[in-house]
């Protein structure tokens, strides 16, 4: 016992940390291992029998983990989108052209000071931009992003939407109202009038939709879309769409709509007492909003993940049995990476400006974007979740792209102008919309 | 006027030992100043559901550091009270301790946007006390650098009447001419801010190449350049339903205000100390005074984009007639001028700047006083909000257009 | 130098004009006492042809004896500035009259003078300090408020104190707190 104190005293602090560490990591593997191996066959078995549900468990697993790469990609774009109109470069240093930019401003947010301000209601104030970032988590789950790639597919879908979204307002008026903070007083109330007036909107013009499809399932509603793009509800209900993107702009709280983080006026509105990573989550929320809105007008009406046509070539690519080489196989590994960039190579190593080394390199580099490149077409056709994900992926960042633009181009709407827009307008014009729809249906189904 | 303790148990928030929690509990409300005036008073005093927000002196929009107090009901603004002196410098008893040549530099950081029309007025005070000559090449040479000031200036406040109103880009358009007249200023007084260009009797240096290649190549474009950054506002439609009938000044209300500048042009008097009391070669400059009669903020952000045409003009006309000659008058080192007293105004881009000079006879000013057109407009804010939003405030403030180092001098 | 300027003044408020009317280079100067100001200032704006409408200046000044308002005045009528210089306030307890009834706009500069001098304009609503704090006991433009630098002038008086700073001890609170009814 002596010997281990001596030894201990003689330990530098690095040492000290690993004598602890090691003997930690080696037991805490060991424990997984053994639940691993007594626990297994018995979790194995429940999910075996309980399908379903594991699906369900490893889809909302994977959309809770992909929200936070989302919101990386949609804040890159906008910093740098709005700069290029802006004139300006934008991120440029932390990463190739600035993306690693997003993974610092969340490593900063984590390292802030977390603070809860004296004279705070410390529940609700605690709980609040996880209220937010969970119901907007939870829309996520009924978009349909590809053929058989969803979280659920509730019938009620469109209803279960917007219950989601309403618990974001409650999650803003919570923030607002428990930081004890007149600015975040008026950018939560702010929020709640905006965001409860355009909700009315929102729904409304998808009873269009729900008409036109005759199920509320978003799956369903994506499937009755597919053929080729004429077939997209965007042309058999034009107001709708409109009125969904103004109102979905409005409920994502961006411009011209942000009057709730006005930083012109009300500095941060409802997030102003908020710092370190919980202000982290009212802004990821606030940028998976976007992707969901995007998301959500491309599910709606132009056709979720179905191909604007039909792939004009039948292909059918008959795997190669790639086993069948045998021992060709273990050559052919990495033989074909060293031909492949020997042959990229060639063409630069011949123009006299380059060397040698630079040139393999961007061979290299070359045969990998091939490489990745053949893969994801072969990937691409013959898999229809690939070709589901990509289209859906595009048409979700063009209209990421059309918000990103609307925040750099326009300015910002007061609130009684916003507030009677939705009432005066919108609301009646997505009214006429329905029974327009519903008149059509009627008349053309007789 | 001095504070006294108020007597009585009321606890302050700037006493340490009072805890928050006590406070909340004992159901306080409002901090009330003690010793009030009858504006104070009126202001202060609360009314059922009225609540008194702080747009504190550090705000992104308040154009530097000013601190307004407002007191809303709901939405919707009751009254304003705001609170200068967070960048109060005591230029003017500073002054009192320089040379006169020394003091030319405190005028700079007054309008710090403009600093040449803040030199130039004091300037031309202390010619009049001198009753100095300022050669006719110095004269055309302070007139082509201070328009070109003023077209930095608009261009700038129009930039950011967008950025308060929500629109991130114009700012960013509006500075490529700004620093486009930067570097060319630079060029020629070898700053790009705080210009200490002017001299009594003259200017420091003499025009040279480079400023008037600069000043050749960018001319060939601005009017075009300004023309299309403007555009991108003029006729956007949220901006201009936000700022249509927004903050309306009559001309009657201008004159009760001792407003100056755009804000009066805007409101359909023409009066511009250029044409009203020419001083300099402005006599023999052909130039228009726009008016707008609408006096809304939509009006007086327009009318900037009409006085940055007219100051091209300006500059042309002045390139082509420049004549030869000294570009300063022979002054000693330490001048002391004749005792008595001198007003010097000039038409700035917020409106007239002016300098009073008390003379005693001795190297260094008695009284320095200098009048900035933003202190006056800052009172038209309290006058115009109530009744908006407080959206508007921030619209109200861009387009009149203070600039804080001014008005706290 | 307008002439008929000076010859409409000396006919309109002759015997008020302490020294005449002084003109020099593009300035016309009258002094009238500070009983007088308010008077002369209403009849120079509302007159037809005199019609100095326009305010440009509200400074106050210490001539080390005595205190001045100084009002500067533009007129379309006139190619001079006008100033007014209502002299012979007392040092010690300068006093004069608001023109806020004649332009609102006056409120901040007289707001001003108080700050810097200690003039206290009578019928001004709202006189209270603009620049300095409330609690700052002295009026900093005053001849007697010594910056540190002046003793480099008169080494002999030495550097003497400005203002002394209020520790947070004895800070007086600016502000009372007003309860709220029954909560």
Redesign the interface.
């Known amino acids: 016992m002596s010997m281990a104190v001596v030894t201990w005293q003689r330990l530098r602090p690095v040492g000290r940390i690993l004598a602890v560490l090691i003997p930690v990591l080696v037991a805490l593997g060991l424990v997984t291992v053994g639940a691993v191996i007594l626990a297994g066959p018995i979790a194995v078995g429940f999910f075996a029998d309980n399908l379903p549900l594991g699906r369900f468990i490893a889809a909302t697993a994977a959309i809770v983990v992909l929200t936070i790469p989302t919101a990386f990609v949609v804040i890159y774009m906008e910093l740098k989108v709005?700069a290029r109109?802006?004139?300006?470069i934008g991120p440029d240093r932390v990463g190739p052209f600035g993306t690693a930019l997003s993974v610092v401003h969340g490593l900063k947010f984590l390292s802030k000071e977390d603070f809860t301000p004296?004279?705070v209601d410390v529940q609700v104030f605690t709980l609040a931009p996880s209220v937010v970032f969970v119901g907007t988590i939870m829309t996520m789950i009924v978009v349909p992003f590809a053929p058989g790639l969803f979280g659920l597919d509730l019938n009620v879908g469109v209803l279960y939407l917007f219950a989601m979204s309403g618990l974001t307002v409650v999650g803003l008026l919570m923030g607002g109202w428990a930081s004890f903070n007149?600015?975040s007083l008026?950018g939560g109330l702010?929020s709640a009038a905006q965001m409860v007036s355009y909700e009315i909107p929102l729904t409304l013009s998808l009873v269009g939709v729900v008409l036109l499809a005759g199920t509320m399932s978003l799956n369903h509603l994506v499937l009755a879309q597919s053929g080729s793009f004429l077939d997209w509800f965007i042309w058999k209900q034009p107001l709708a769409f409109l009125i969904f993107l103004i109102a979905g702009t409005a409920e994502a709280n961006r411009?011209?709509f942000?009057?709730t983080e006005?930083?012109?006026?009300?500095?941060a509105g409802f997030a102003t007492e908020y710092s370190g990573m919980r202000f982290g989550f009212f802004f990821f929320a606030e940028y998976v909003n976007v992707f969901v809105m995007s998301a959500l007008i491309v599910t709606f009406f132009l056709g979720g993940w179905t191909a604007p046509f039909a792939w004009p070539f039948a292909v059918s690519i008959s795997g190669f049995d790639a086993l069948g080489l045998g021992v060709g196989l273990l050559i052919a590994v990495p033989l074909v990476p060293i031909v492949g960039t020997l042959i990229l190579a060639a063409p630069f190593w011949l123009s006299s400006k380059i060397t040698t080394l630079q040139a393999l390199v961007i061979g290299f580099i070359l045969f990998n974007v091939l490489a990745v490149g053949l893969l994801l077409g072969y990937a691409f056709v013959s898999l229809d979740w690939v070709a589901g994900l990509f289209w859906f992926f595009a048409k979700s960042y063009a209209f990421v792209f059309l918000f990103i633009w609307m925040?750099?181009?326009?300015?910002?709407?007061?609130?009684?102008?916003l507030m009677g827009f939705a009432w005066k307008w919108l609301l009646p014009a997505a009214l006429i919309n329905i029974f327009v729809t519903a008149a059509a249906i009627t008349l053309v189904s007789k | 006027?001095?504070?006294?303790?108020?007597a009585g148990p009321?606890?302050?928030?700037?006493?340490?030992s009072v805890r928050?929690?006590d406070?909340?509990r004992?159901?306080?409300?409002?901090?009330?100043?003690?010793?009030r005036?009858?504006?104070?008073a009126e202001f202060y005093t609360l009314r059922d559901g009225e609540?008194l927000?702080?747009m504190g002196p550090q705000?992104?929009?308040t154009h530097g550091v000013l601190r307004v107090v407002l007191k809303i009901d709901g939405?919707r603004v009751v009254d304003i009270d705001p609170v200068?002196?967070y960048l109060?410098r005591?230029v003017?008893?500073?002054c009192e301790?320089a040379d006169y040549h020394q003091t030319i530099c405190y005028m700079d950081p007054l309008e710090y946007i403009s600093s040449l029309f803040c030199e130039w007025a004091p300037v031309m005070a202390f010619e009049?006390l001198l009753d100095v000559r300022v050669p006719r090449r110095a004269e055309y040479i302070r007139v082509i650098a201070t328009e070109l000031n003023r077209i930095a200036s608009h261009v700038l406040t129009m930039g950011f009447f967008?950025?308060?109103?929500?629109?991130?880009?114009p700012v960013?358009?509006g500075f490529?001419e700004r620093d486009e007249i930067m570097e060319m200023l630079a060029s020629l007084t070898g700053q790009k801010l705080l210009f200490n260009y002017m001299r009594i009797g003259g200017v420091n240096g003499d025009l040279n190449h480079d400023f008037m290649s600069r000043l050749g190549d960018w001319m060939s474009h601005a009017a075009k350049q300004v023309e299309a950054n403007a555009g991108l506002?003029n006729e956007?439609e949220?901006?201009v339903?936000?700022a249509r009938g927004l903050g309306v000044l009559d001309a009657d209300t201008c004159?009760?205000?001792?407003?100056?500048g755009p804000n009066i042009r805007a409101s359909g008097l023409p009066?511009d100390v250029r044409r009203?009391?020419p001083y300099s070669i402005f006599p023999e400059l052909d130039f228009d005074i726009p008016t707008r009669n609408e006096g809304d903020c939509l009006a007086r952000y327009l009318l900037r984009v009409d006085e940055v045409k007219q100051s091209l003009r300006i500059i042309d006309q002045c390139l082509h007639q420049m004549p030869d000659g000294p570009v300063m008058a022979k002054l000693p080192r330490l001048v002391r001028p004749r005792p008595?007293?001198?007003?010097a105004?000039v038409e700035g881009p917020r409106g007239?700047y002016?300098a009073?000079v008390?003379s005693d006879g001795t190297d260094q000013p008695f009284?320095m006083?200098i009048?900035d057109p933003s202190?006056?407009h800052?009172?038209l804010v309290a006058?115009l909000t109530p009744g908006n939003?407080?959206?508007?405030?921030?619209a109200i403030m861009a387009s009149l257009d203070p600039v804080m180092g001014g008005v706290?001098? | 130098m307008d002439r008929a300027l000076r010859a409409r003044l000396e006919r309109r408020f002759g015997e008020r004009l302490a020294g005449g009317v002084r003109q020099?280079?593009?300035?016309t100067?009258i002094r009238v006492t500070a009983a007088d100001v308010a008077d002369t200032l209403r009849a120079l704006h509302d007159e037809p042809e005199l019609d100095f409408?326009?305010?440009?200046?509200l400074?106050g000044?210490?001539t080390g004896t005595h205190m001045q308002v100084?009002y500067?005045l533009?007129s379309?009528t006139t190619?001079d500035?006008l100033?007014v210089v209502a002299d012979g306030l007392d040092r010690e307890a300068p006093r004069a009259p608001s023109v806020t009834f004649?332009?609102?706009?006056?409120?901040?500069?007289e707001r001003?003078a108080?700050d810097?001098f200690g003039i206290v304009f009578e019928g001004n609503?709202?006189?209270?300090?603009?620049?300095?704090?409330?609690?700052f006991?002295s009026f900093?433009?005053r001849k007697d408020?010594h910056?540190p630098?002046?003793a480099s002038?008169s080494p002999g008086l030495g550097v003497r104190p400005m203002e002394e700073t209020l520790s947070?001890r004895d800070?007086?609170?600016?502000?009372?707190?007003?309860?709220?009814a029954?909560?």
């Open positions: 709005i109109m802006n004139l300006r004296t004279g007149k600015y008026l702010r411009t011209p942000d009057l006005a930083d012109s006026e009300i500095v925040r750099g181009t326009l300015p910002r709407v007061r609130i009684d102008q | 006027m001095t504070a006294h303790t108020p009321h606890p302050s928030l700037d006493d340490p928050i929690e406070i909340l004992e159901g306080i409300v409002e901090a009330v100043p003690v010793g005036t009858e504006r104070q609540m927000l702080n705000h992104p929009s939405e200068l002196g109060h005591g003017e008893k500073l301790n009049k967008a950025l308060d109103l929500g629109g991130l880009t960013l358009y490529i506002l956007n949220i901006l339903r936000r004159l009760r205000m001792a407003v100056t009066f009203s009391h008595g007293r001198a007003f105004a007239m002016a009073y008390i009284r006083r009048h202190f006056v800052l009172q006058l939003l407080v959206a508007d405030t921030m706290d001098k | 020099r280079h593009d300035e100067e409408r326009m305010l440009a200046d400074a000044v210490d100084v500067h533009w379309a190619g500035w100033r004649l332009w609102k706009g006056a409120e901040w500069m001003e108080y810097m609503r709202d006189l209270r300090r603009i620049y300095l704090p409330d609690e006991r900093p433009l408020f910056l630098d002046d002038r947070p800070a007086t609170p600016a502000t009372n707190l007003r309860r709220s029954g909560s």
